[in-house]
């Protein structure tokens, strides 16, 4: 029987929490342990942790793609029903020179790629064209550490199928090499790129700071992780640099603890801008990652 | 002429620093007698009002629908036997499931598509609105108006929201709005950005800080966009923020502008004051006058302020 991958989710709510160097710190501590670990970037709009590891995105692993329709008119009856089932308005039937319904037109800049037009269309008369929307980068940090990157074209709206797709890769990847755990890194927020990247995580650690932004957005993460019956842990970072009692009072409110405090320390936020946050030593990591 | 200037604030990376400086720009601004609105179109984490130090007490808070799901009505399923399942396999997203002929939704994986409603026997599926998120409202102490948006978590609809949050602002009598965008690059801050009229970026000197404003830039160029920079934090690495200004006065090459319009030192008191809901222009922190000072160079500028 395979082994079971343990799946791990990092995430916070708010933004420059320290969600990439706390999913760095948690690889490099389990690798310790004498686990294989993939770690997974699924800030697919601004991702980071190739960056704060001293890595660069070299080439793509492989293309992300998304579907975009085409009228095949041969087939097409000018029923109008593609343009009922569209809910971006991004398609238009003019009418032609008699006055009846003429072929339908697709507004490329309004289309999200739905495929309600083509999984509607009664005729089978659209097809698709695939475009390129994202890439996939997957690369050794260090011995049985590997991190798999999602990037989305910049300008690209829907990002969350990108996500999506970069976790499947990773869980592929993390098969091919045996790996024990898994770690997601998501985005900032709690919407669509969030919850794709949560989806299917055995349970999430919620990083925060000690301030009333960091309180506030962390109980939206919690309420997020409730509703999509995730167990959340509260990581408690620069726990020094605010009001711990903020944090305190979103905890109990959703019956969490708060189950590690990291202070500020100048030498991760180094590490961090340097690029040199995969290379920490051995007592250093376990000493940050202690009681965990 | 328009009249109203819209005025974006984005970074790519989160917590860099763009509703402090939203906020102080804010106040700045009304202490100049200008009429300035406030906006926060991070619909996901709004922290606008947090560092305007008055995050309680809305005038008013509006219920909003940015997104419909399907609402399923399985009577109309009986005695159609397979008819689930074969709906179950149309859904691309993988949102619906059937359990004993009875068609379940799945509200995370559904992308609000309504090709449900077409594929699905007759009166099975119907796409109703859902009150996901609110906007909020008030005056503030000083005396600006401050615009704020919500979308429940977990649901869609964030760009969305965004262009209902602006909408809702609009209908206040102001000369300046300023947009506190979320972080990334997608929905909500493609519609953050889509009809400023400028941007201010903020980046902090780290590979992570400067990656992500070069990315969310090329969304602004896209829309071609005038913008400048902000360096939060400059010391905490000189190298990089010297490499960065000098980045941005060679984006700035044949432009009137520099596009560098300032710097904000680290200070850890920054996060201890607002933890007690002071904001930093009510503070004697260095910030405040660094501020200050790019807010006079955002005047001189951008004329148009």
């Known amino acids: 029987m395979p082994k079971k991958i343990k799946k791990i989710g990092i995430t916070g709510g708010k933004g420059g929490t320290g969600k990439s160097a706390f999913a760095v710190l948690l690889s490099l501590k389990l690798i310790e342990e004498g686990k294989k670990v993939i770690l997974c970037d699924c800030d697919v709009e601004c991702p980071n942790d190739y960056l704060i590891s001293g890595k660069k995105l070299n080439r793509p692993a492989k293309n992300i793609f998304a579907e975009f329709p085409v009228l095949n008119k041969k087939k097409c009856a000018k029923c109008g029903t593609c343009v009922k089932a569209c809910r971006q308005h991004a398609i238009f039937q003019p009418r032609d020179k008699k006055g009846n319904p003429g072929y339908p037109i697709f507004i490329k800049d309004l289309c999200e790629n739905c495929g309600a037009c083509w999984t509607v269309c009664p005729f089978g008369a659209i097809k698709t064209k695939k475009e390129r929307t994202g890439k996939i980068y997957a690369g050794k940090i260090k011995e049985n550490l590997w991190l798999v990157t999602g990037l989305a074209n910049p300008g690209l709206e829907e990002t969350g199928p990108i996500v999506a797709k970069t976790k499947k890769f990773a869980l592929d990847f993390a098969k091919r090499k045996k790996a024990d755990y898994i770690l997601f890194d998501t985005a900032a927020g709690t919407h669509c790129p969030v919850v794709s990247a949560l989806l299917g995580c055995d349970f999430a650690y919620c990083v925060t700071e000690p301030t009333p932004m960091g309180a506030y957005d962390l109980g939206l993460i919690l309420d997020l992780c409730e509703k999509l019956k995730i167990p959340a842990k509260i990581v408690l970072n620069r726990a020094d640099l605010g009001r711990k009692e903020t944090i305190g009072k979103i905890a109990e409110k959703f019956k969490l603890e708060i189950e590690k405090e990291i202070p500020h320390s100048k030498k991760i936020a180094e590490a961090y801008s340097k690029g040199r946050l995969a290379k920490m030593g051995k007592i250093q990591v376990s000493e940050i990652m202690k009681n965990l | ?305």
Not at chain 2, 26 to 41: P, T
Not at chain 2, 278 to 292: C, R, S
Request: charged share 30%.
């Open chain 2, 1 to 305: 002429m328009k009249t109203l200037i819209k005025i974006a604030i984005a970074s790519g990376k989160g917590g860099v620093g763009k509703s402090m400086l939203t906020s102080s720009l804010l106040m700045l601004f009304a202490k100049d007698k200008r009429k300035v609105i406030a906006v926060d179109c991070d619909a996901d984490a709004p922290n606008l009002a947090i560092w305007l130090g008055e995050p309680k007490n809305w005038d008013k808070v509006k219920k909003i629908s940015v997104s419909e799901k399907p609402a399923i009505n399985n009577n109309a399923l009986k005695n159609m036997a397979g008819k689930a399942e074969e709906c179950v396999k149309k859904c691309r997203f993988g949102a619906l499931r059937a359990e004993k002929e009875k068609l379940k939704l799945n509200p995370f994986l559904c992308e609000g598509c309504g090709a449900c409603e077409f594929f699905c026997p007759a009166g099975t599926i119907k796409m109703k609105p859902v009150k996901n998120g609110e906007i909020k409202t008030k005056k503030t102490k000083y005396g600006f108006p401050l615009i704020s948006g919500q979308l429940y978590p977990g649901e869609t609809g964030s760009g969305k929201i965004v262009t209902e949050v602006k909408r809702e602002a609009e209908k206040f009598n102001g000369d300046i709005m300023l947009i506190d965008s979320a972080p990334g690059t997608g929905c909500p801050v493609i519609a953050s950005l889509q009809d400023a009229d400028f941007v201010l970026l903020i980046a902090e000197p780290t590979p992570s800080g400067f990656s992500d404003a070069k990315r969310v830039l090329e969304v602004i160029e896209h829309f071609k966009i005038p913008w400048s920079i902000v360096i939060n934090k400059y010391d905490i690495n000189f190298e990089l923020s010297d490499k960065i200004k000098k980045w941005a006065s060679q984006k700035g090459q044949g432009q009137i502008n520099n596009k560098f319009l300032g710097e904000i030192s680290y200070d850890k008191n920054i996060p201890k004051s607002i933890s007690n809901l002071v904001p930093i222009m009510e503070t004697d922190l260095k910030a405040k006058n660094e501020i200050k000072k790019i807010y006079s160079r955002l005047r001189q500028q951008y004329q148009r302020t």
